[in-house]
DNA sequence: TAAAAATACTCCATAGGTATTTTAT
DNA sequence: ATAAAATACCTATGGAGTATTTTTA
């Protein structure tokens, strides 16, 4: 599992949209597309109800999507309190 | 950022020792070696001490366990939870 | 000399790209 | 006809393996 990979699941929720989610991620839609995918195979379930124009989380989707969130809150915040924890040792010595 | 490689991690800090790590993660020693090597170029910092016979934590590197370890804790609670919601749905319909 | 990490390669899986197709409005 | 996702195909990177080297107690 990438981190990556759950943070373009974020931006495909927020969007409801395959394609905005790519642009918003840097990557080409097809890559979004195959992500996703290899996601809710790798989870087991679907994420998404594709519908027409327009994609819609599934009830496992929208608790996936509470939950990994603050996940990735989380380990940002953990990212940053190690820096500057480095930080700080470096000033120190 | 792969979620594997902070496993990993957690093993390497349990055991501090590369090679017993290795082998409680069911993979090679210099799959190890270059999975913390690649970590912390990632992260921009010294995670390890390389001793003699022995690898020690940095301070920095104790704090990223700490928060790594949660974090996985969380990270594991999250996929069951949102298993748990999807197979509910199953039997529901 | 033994124990442990790092390096040097080789191989394969996967992520991402472009072009194209499918599907529904 | 158009908008959007999926598929097909290609390439490059990265993860893992085996064998080997380095280092130090």
Redesign the interface.
Known sequence: ????KLYYFLSVAKHRNFTKAAQECHIAQPAISKQMLSLEKE????LFERKNRRVEL???GE??YQ??S??LD??EA??Q???D??EQ?ETKE
């Open positions: 599992m990438k981190i990556e989870l087991g379930f679907q599934t009830e496992a608790q996936f939950s990994i603050c996940l989380e380990y953990s990212i309190r190690v820096h924890c480095a040792k």
